[in-house]
């Protein structure tokens, strides 16, 4: 399994920026994909931005523009840059881990981070 843990989130005045981390227990590069998702008060659990093993990347349209979502290999690590934050992007964040490879071995198995708390004041 895979243990995956979150950093980054705090409070922030609308208009402002954030960077929020996600370090995996294992390479990133044997895990098939990674995201970030985000849960605010009342609502669903939604995508925020997904980044598969190639690189390909995909973004929730309230965010295209604004949020960046990059991986380092060397550190094993998932970065989401949150810039002109708006109060509505106001939730606890999740990081996200879809399958993984150990060997010639495939393992079909999603993981979830504790979660991080992003707050964007008016």
């Known amino acids: 399994q895979v243990q995956l843990v979150e950093s980054g989130g705090g409070l922030v005045q609308a208009g402002g920026s954030l960077r929020l981390s996600c370090a995996a227990s294992r390479p990133i590069i044997t895990i098939n994909a990674m995201g970030w998702y985000r849960q605010a008060p009342g609502k669903q659990r939604e995508l925020v931005a997904r980044?598969?093993?190639?690189?390909?990347?995909n973004y929730a349209d309230s965010v295209k523009g604004r949020f960046t979502g990059s991986r380092d290999n060397a550190k094993n690590t998932l970065y989401l840059q949150m810039n002109s934050l708006k109060p509505e992007d106001t939730a606890v964040y999740y990081c996200?881990?879809?399958?993984?490879?150990?060997?010639?071995?495939?393992?079909?198995?999603?993981?979830w981070g504790q979660g991080t708390q992003v707050t964007v004041s008016s």
């Open positions: 980044i598969t093993k190639d690189g390909n990347t």
């Open positions: 996200n881990s879809e399958g993984y490879w150990s060997g010639q071995s495939y393992f079909r198995e999603n993981s």
